[in-house]
């Protein structure tokens, strides 16, 4: 990070503002990958797993030891993609290696272990609450040895990448069954007519090209029946297995934000003064200063936590952790880094200082891989579980 990344940022803007961002990538990101791939500095983020084999053996970190390199990464926004741990091909890489069959990983996951290729994972969808995934309306219809898929999602980021080769799409493919057993998932190529990129979708104006946010439409989009994962119906089960581990990471690289906004902060306030002494100097941001140090560290134990348990009794048992940190994580990065903006004043919604971007960045995470109010009404159900346990072994 040190070495190779923190300098190569300017020359990373520089290249990005002289090309077409949306259809090119910058010469020197593919320098540090080169880079980061001899040093064997690649795919760190999965842990050891019974489903590694001859396509994919993992380097063997656990979540914890991750957890920690996935904060230093978190400090600059495409460093994760140089170690080839960017959401989300993480999350899909993780859904390949578990649930894909020889011929899909052959396929779709290897191009992708090897960073030849990126993805895009097709989930929420603009004309329902898409919280409650039992509300998404997206078709997969069986037909002969295929399945035809016909739908509208959105906020699909890196969709529109241009090494994006997959997306993997929930939908629907029996609406009378069972709600939980009524979605599917399938592997789609980027490539296959019906297809169409409707829009890119900016976060407060930031359009993060290359990678990006999208509305794609899906019309009569063809896919040879082999492309279903798991197998019809199985679409809730995948997506437990995938956004677990996807949580923690952007936790992970949330702690970092929090630590960047704090470096800012403290240089900010001591170089500059008002009413007769350093801004520092000022009570209030005295109090700022300390609470925002107390959260980073409560945030990192929590995460760390959370990835303890992932590793000792796995994601399912760790799920309370998990929404526990998806939760707090980003809401105290969001407000760190509003106090830092705060501390630079007009410079601090400004690009000077890239905090705007880094708050837009924030404040995307309360609604990644599902919004706060759905961690919190699982992690309230699962409270007062046991103390309804508790009362029905007493009466």
């Given at each position: 990070m040190d070495e190779h990344i923190v300098p190569a940022v300017p020359i990373y803007q520089q290249q990005l503002a002289a090309i077409d961002r949306w259809a090119e990538i910058p010469p020197i990101f593919e320098q540090l990958k080169a880079k980061a791939r001899a040093e064997g500095l690649w795919n760190i983020f999965m842990p050891p797993s019974e489903h590694d084999d001859a396509f994919f053996t993992s380097v063997g970190l656990t979540n914890v030891e991750y957890a920690p390199i996935a904060e230093l990464m978190g400090r600059v926004s495409f460093a994760s993609e140089v170690f080839n741990c960017m959401a989300p091909d993480t999350g899909n890489f993780e859904v390949l290696h578990r649930y894909g069959t020889p011929a899909q990983k052959q396929r779709f996951m290897v191009p992708l272990r090897d960073g030849e290729t990126r993805s895009a994972f097709l989930m929420t969808e603009p004309a329902v609450a898409s919280s409650d995934a039992r509300n998404i309306q997206t078709e997969i219809r069986r037909e002969g040895d295929e399945y035809v898929v016909n739908g509208r999602k959105w906020w699909s980021s890196g969709a529109g990448h241009p090494h994006c080769a997959f997306y993997i799409v929930m939908g629907k493919t029996d609406p009378n069954a069972a709600p939980y057993h009524q979605q599917s998932m399938i592997l789609v190529p980027r490539n296959t007519p019906g297809i169409t990129l409707v829009r890119h979708l900016p976060v407060f104006g930031y359009d993060h090209a290359p990678h990006g946010h999208f509305e794609v439409l899906l019309e009569n989009v063809r896919v040879p029946a082999e492309n279903m994962l798991l197998g019809e119906g199985r679409g809730f089960e995948i997506a437990q297995?995938?956004?677990?581990?996807?949580?923690?990471?952007?936790?992970?690289?949330?702690?970092?934000?929090?630590?960047?906004a704090l470096e800012k902060t403290c240089r900010r306030l001591l170089s500059r003064r008002a009413f007769g002494k350093a801004i520092a100097e000022h009570s209030v941001w005295e109090e700022r200063i300390a609470r925002a140090r107390c959260e980073i560290e409560m945030a990192r134990l929590l995460c760390l936590k959370a990835a303890h348990m992932m590793d000792t009794v796995g994601n399912k048992e760790a799920r309370a952790e998990i929404a526990m940190i998806k939760i707090a994580a980003p809401k105290m990065a969001q407000q760190i880094v509003d106090d830092a903006i705060q501390a630079h004043g007009g410079g601090g919604v400004s690009d000077d200082f890239g905090l705007a971007e880094l708050w837009a960045n924030t404040r995307i995470v309360r609604l990644t891989d599902g919004p706060d109010e759905v961690h919190e009404r699982q992690l309230a159900r699962?409270?007062?579980a046991k103390y309804r346990e508790r009362d029905g072994a007493t009466s």
């Open positions: 297995g995938r956004l677990g581990p996807g949580r923690i990471h952007h936790t992970m690289r949330n702690i970092a934000t929090m630590e960047v699962m409270e007062l």
